[in-house]
């Protein structure tokens, strides 16, 4: 069965740093494409990163370059999205997300909330 299991979202000040995690069960994230994605309010989910499997090659958002980046530790099969020099307008809802036998799967959402 899959599963994925955000964590680590909170509130923040403009310019902190946050750490989300993704726990995976029922695969092995190494063997596919995995994604973060978020959703602020009142607008759609969009793509935020991806690694992928073999090679582990990241791509991003452009409005988020430079500043997080997604990894993968293949033993403890989670995926995780460093974000640095957070904005206001990073605040959204953070989903992880995986595709798998052509079924795409998602966590239930972390919230980040960046506010002074």
């Known amino acids: 069965q899959v599963q994925l299991v955000e964590s680590g979202g909170g509130l923040v000040q403009p310019g902190g740093s946050l750490r989300l995690s993704c726990a995976a069960s029922g695969f092995t994230v190494s063997h596919y494409f995995m994604n973060w994605y978020r959703q602020a309010p009142g607008k759609e989910r969009v793509l935020v990163a991806a690694i992928t499997s073999a090679g582990g090659t990241t791509t991003y958002a452009e409005s988020v370059k430079g500043r997080f980046t997604i990894s993968r530790d293949n033993a403890k099969n989670t995926v995780a999205l460093q974000m640095n020099s957070l904005k206001p307008e990073d605040t959204a809802v953070y989903y992880c997300?995986?595709?798998?036998?052509?079924?795409?799967?998602w966590g239930q959402g972390t919230q980040v909330t960046v506010s002074s």
């Open positions: 997300r995986a595709v798998v036998g052509l079924v795409a799967y």
